[in-house]
């Protein structure tokens, strides 16, 4: 028995070493693969806080950075805008390009609550998508039960991909 169990282990021993000798990394293996860069956001609120009157709007700005660059030159940053409560949904639009890589969009927030803004940005393959939250003027009780409970931002309408 005990000669038989020895043998077993010697068996898979040798299984085990024959099969993990196909899973050597190769030497340049990393250098067979793009290092993707990650990219960051830096997006500016409206300073404003209030709700817009009639012909009035906000200013919504993003930064696109990649290793602490500022980056001028991006395949794409739109905006999307929504109020928690659905009642006001803005669809992902382009950005427009503003001096030294600075991206900007307006648009008119006429109601109080609580919004939230979505910068997709995209150079190269690479993409981020950061979601904001902000508030407009006062809450109303069912925006103040919405941050209570800790509910997560749905996503706009943006009916198209990159």
Not at 68 to 81: A, G
Request: aromatic content about 8%.
């Amino acid at each position: 028995m005990r000669k038989h169990v020895i043998g077993l282990g010697v068996f898979i021993s040798i299984v085990s070493g024959s099969a993990l000798a196909g899973c050597t990394v190769a030497p340049d293996a990393a250098d067979q693969y793009a290092v993707a860069e990650p990219l960051s956001v830096q997006l500016e609120l409206p300073k404003n806080k209030q709700p817009d009157q009639e012909g009035e709007s906000h200013t919504f700005k993003a930064t696109v950075w990649q290793n602490e660059k500022q980056l001028s030159q991006v395949d794409f940053v739109h905006f999307e805008i929504w109020k928690a409560d659905g009642t006001l949904t803005y669809s992902m639009e382009p950005a427009e390009t503003e001096k030294n890589g600075v991206y900007s969009i307006q648009k008119a927030l006429p109601k109080s609550g609580l919004y939230y803004v979505k910068v997709h940005a995209g150079v190269d393959s690479t993409m981020i998508m950061p979601t904001k939250q902000f508030i407009i003027g006062e809450l109303s009780k069912a925006d103040l039960k919405m941050l209570q409970d800790g509910v997560q931002p749905e996503n706009g309408n943006s009916g198209h991909h990159h």
